[in-house]
């Protein structure tokens, strides 16, 4: 038998904190176990969960992993403006003219993810090359 992802597991500084805003990335919740304060705070979503730890160090380099997000409901740029409201900011913007490419995000900790086109954006772009 195959080995699976469980978590993916995050450093940071404040576990609950981050969960929390990952959380309202992934319209999803902080598990119920979890409180603030806690050294480890875990987010249940679609696939694998994000596990957050609390390590004494910052963030001092860019990540080696990072998430790449892909809106299912809602266009890349709805994305962008929804998880900026909640906290991110844009490290780095791929976007192109001819609608394509990514924006790269950072989380309250400086974490890096990216934001690619959204589902429906992409099927559209499918059809026109087909």
């Known amino acids: 038998m ?22 309202g990335v992934l319209d999803s919740k902080v598990s119920d176990e979890d409180n603030p304060g806690d050294p480890e705070a875990l987010v249940e979503s679609a696939g694998a969960g994000l596990l957050f730890v609390r390590v004494p160090e910052k963030k001092s380099v860019k990540n080696r992993v990072h998430l790449d997000l892909q809106p299912q409901d809602r266009t890349r740029d709805e994305e962008v403006e929804r998880v900026i409201a909640l ?9 192109r003219p001819d609608g394509t490419g990514w924006v790269v995000m950072a989380d309250p900790e400086g974490n890096e993810f990216c934001i690619e086109r959204g589902k429906a954006e992409r099927a559209a772009t499918e059809r026109a090359q087909a």
Do not use: K
């Open 2 to 23: 195959s080995s699976l992802v469980r978590h993916m597991t995050i450093d940071c500084s404040d576990a609950y904190t981050l969960a929390t805003f990952w959380a």
């Open 87 to 95: 906290g991110a900011s844009v490290v780095d913007d791929q976007r």
